[in-house]
């Protein structure tokens, strides 16, 4: 069992910054993958990024959005993974969940070309934080 609960969302204007954080408890020593989603009003949830983790270093994904923009990050001794979002637009606005997901599949964890983060592969969710962009 894993636990996430996010935290860094807020009402920012265009251009401006922010950092989501996500820190899970548990069984965190399984989760090689972790990954952000959002859902914006009136959309279905889609994906940000995603970050798997290994003993050869790893690797990440950005959606086409949000590339350029936003950088995903995880702190294994604090078992906290990050967003950092930047140049934040209008359409950025949506809640956004962090998700966890046991086994060592790259390619589930949309690490791979072609085939991005799902989020029915996605076992864990917190339950979402907010973040509003003004133009």
């Known amino acids: 069992q894993v636990r996430m609960v996010e935290s860094g969302g807020g009402s920012v204007q265009a251009g401006g910054s922010l950092r989501l954080s996500c820190a899970s408890s548990g069984n965190t020593y399984s989760t090689s993958c972790m990954a952000w989603f959002r859902q914006g009003p009136g959309k279905a949830r889609e994906e940000v990024a995603s970050?798997?983790?290994?003993?050869?270093?790893?690797?990440?994904y950005y959606s086409d959005a949000v590339k350029g923009r936003f950088t995903i990050s995880r702190d294994n001794a604090e078992n906290t993974l990050y967003l950092q979002m930047n140049n934040l637009k209008p359409e950025d606005t949506a809640m956004y969940y962090c998700?966890?997901?046991?086994?060592?599949?790259?390619?589930?964890?949309?690490?791979?070309?072609?085939?991005?983060?799902?989020?029915?592969?996605?076992?864990?969710w917190g339950q979402g934080t907010q973040v509003t962009v003004s133009s």
């Open positions: 998700a966890a997901r046991l086994g060592v599949s790259r390619v589930l964890c949309g690490v791979e070309p072609h085939r991005p983060p799902m989020d029915r592969d996605f076992s864990y």
């Open positions: 970050i798997y983790t290994d003993d050869k270093g790893g690797a990440t």
